[in-house]
Structures are given as C-alpha cells and as structure tokens.
C-alpha cells in the first residue's frame, strides 16, 4: 500500500465513523423530540384538564354564591373580579357593568369604597354598618377581609353585604310595641292604684263612693284583662301558619251576627246579614271568626243610636269576600292609613268607653294575611266605613316574619 492509499483510506474511515455518530445523534435527537411532544401533549392535556375543572368550579362557586341572600364580591387592586346575584342587587347595577371594572369608575358609596381601601391598607378585617342610597336609604352590614396577602391594594379582598333594613325596622316595631304596650298597662294600672289608695284613705267610709270607686276598679280590671286577650291572640296569630280547615264563612258570620243581635239592640242599632251563597274556604275557624268579631264589633261600637250595620259574604271563583258597612261616625282620611297599626286609636276616648284596645284591627290584618288575604276600608267622616276582607278559598298561607 502506497502512502497514498493509506491516507484515503483513513479519510473514508474518518467520514463512515462521522457519518455513523451523526446517525446515532440524529436517531437520539430524534427521540428525544418524539418523547418531548409526547410529553407536552400530555401536559396540554392535563392543562386542559386543569381548565375543564377551574370552569366547573367557577360555576359551581357562581352557583353557590347567587343562591346567598348576602352580597359576595372579591376584588384585586380595587377591581371587582367577581359578584353574585344578590351584590348586583345591593349595588343597583348588573353583573356586567361591575366585573372587570375599577371601583372609582362604579358609582358606589363612598364609605363602601373606604372600607375597602382600610382592608387593603391595614390587610386585617373590617367590619360597619353604613347606609345606602339618600332618597330610600338602606342599611348594610358589610364585613370585608383580606384573601390573599399582598402589599398595598394589591391583595384580595372579600366582601360581604348584608341588607339590614327590614331586620332594623323589625326591630323598631318591636320596640314601639314594647313601649306601647307597658303605656297601655299603666294607665288602668295607675288608676287602680289611685283609687284603692283614695278608698284606703277614708272613701271606702262613704258606701257611694266606695261602690262607685270598686266599680271604676272593676272596669279597669276588665281592661286589663281585655288588652291581655288580645295580646294573646296577637301573639298567637304571629306564631306558626294557621291551621288549614274548611271553614264555612257564611255559617260564621250567622253565628257571630247573632250573638252580637241584643248588644246592637240595647244600642238601637239594626244588624242584618245579607243573604249569602254559603262559601267555604280553607283556613283556620277561630282565628277567622275573629276576624268577623273584630270588625262587626267595631261596626257596632262606632255607630250612634239609629244606624245599621249590614253584613255581606260574596263568592268569586278562587275567593271569598266579607264586607261589614255601617252608617256610623266614619274614619277622616288622614287617619285611614293608621287604623291597623297597633293600639292606633282615632278617637281614644271614645274607644276607652266602647272598651277598645286598639287592637282590634291589627288582629283583622294580622289573620287576613297570614291568610293569603287583604283587608281594606273605605269610610267617609260622619257617613259611615265598609271594611272588606278577600280570602282564598285555597290558601296558599303565608310564612309569619317573626
Ligand atoms: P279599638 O279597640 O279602639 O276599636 P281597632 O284596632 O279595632 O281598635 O280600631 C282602631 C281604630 O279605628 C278605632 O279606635 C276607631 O277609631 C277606628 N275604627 C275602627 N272601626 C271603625 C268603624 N267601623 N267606624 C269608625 N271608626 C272605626
């Protein structure tokens, strides 16, 4: 072998192992590239497996959060990201016109905007009561924390807005009626006390005056026992939903109208009872007779000597209609949208002799929509009122705000 022939072979040999390790890298690097888009399909299927499960669960949360009485939004860098039926409704603006958008571009209260710059500021939970909207305002409970940390308003805030208005207004009722209700007791009571003190005092020596002071006592204490009846009847009207039986309102009012006959004749007053179709409606028997009594009773009460009381029963297709008028002194428009509140008295004077608690009315509005029904009046100052109650025949009762 020439030099020569040594040199080319050597240069072949050279060029089959470069050739040769070219092919195992290219054979390698291509593998490597095979097992590389096999495993980023499988991360492209996980992550839209990640992404199925991140939707459902933003639906579920949606879901969840829509069915809350309260307002729920979270916000990031003062930006609302998410709000549910309920905040939309608080805030007076649909979900779309919030989502995404910068809360000063909202035209939401200003202490609600402080609230939540305090959270991002402090990062710790803030907690008021503020009020919302001037022409009605509303009072909200809104309770704000910080999700996620993170410096300035920056982090996640969570809020919470609960509408306290009605519970508020529950409340004052309550409280009026607390505070009417012990006036109401004292007055008997302080006269009671008045009396027997006078009687201790010597009056009981003088027979006339002890029998007039002794009956004055008795009357207060049939007016205490009359203000705690009709306390309990109240009471007991506000707790539970009536019972349902079939009730035959005719056959009701009959019994009442007859009952009450020699009382409207001691007061020369005439009482007739229409004839009626007999009508049945489901509800519960005491708590509608009643009603009958309450309003035939004040029928009688605020009509002078002459007048009439006239009561009717009239039957529509899904209801029963009772109207009691009389032709007696009437109710002056300023006080007809008063005389169901309790203990509201037009003529207190007038009521205290014809033994009136002021509840008697209450009692009516109280059982008639506890009923599914309505009570409404129409009167004329000196001409006579007519009080009419509508009742389904079926009730579809309604829960009582307690
Ligand atoms: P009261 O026990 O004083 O009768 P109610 O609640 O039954 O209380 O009625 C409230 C007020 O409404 C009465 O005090 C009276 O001023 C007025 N009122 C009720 N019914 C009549 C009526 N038929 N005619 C005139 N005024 C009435």
Redesign the pocket.
Known sequence: MTPMTIGWAASAAVIVAAGLWFSWRWRRLSWRYASLEAANGELQQSLDRCRNALRALEGEYSQLTDRLPVGVLTLSSEVVRKANHKATILLGKGADSIIGRPLVHLDIPYDLLEIIRRVAELRAPVHEAITFGDAQPRIMDVVAVPLLPGEGASGEILMLINDLTELRRLETVRRDFVANVSHELRTPLATIRAMTETLQDGAKEDAEVANRFLENIIQEVDRLTRISD?LLILSKAEIGTPERRSVSLVQIVRDVVERVRSQAEAAHINIQMSDSPDSWLEGDPDQIEQVVV??V???I???LPGGSVLVTVQEQSDSVTLL?R?T????AQK?LPR??????????A???R???????????KHIVEAHGGSVS?V?EFNH??T?TVTLPKNSSFKENEQ
């Not at 005389?339 to 207190?348: A, C, G, L, P, Q």
């Not at 014809?354 to 009516?364: A, E, P």
């Open positions: 009709d309450n309003l009773d004040n029928a009460n605020y009509t009691v009389d007696g002194i009437g109710i006080d005389i169901f509140e309790r203990f509201y008295r037009v003529d207190k007038r009521s205290r014809t033994g009136g608690t002021g509840l008697g009315l209450s009692i009516v009046v009167s006579g009122s009080f």
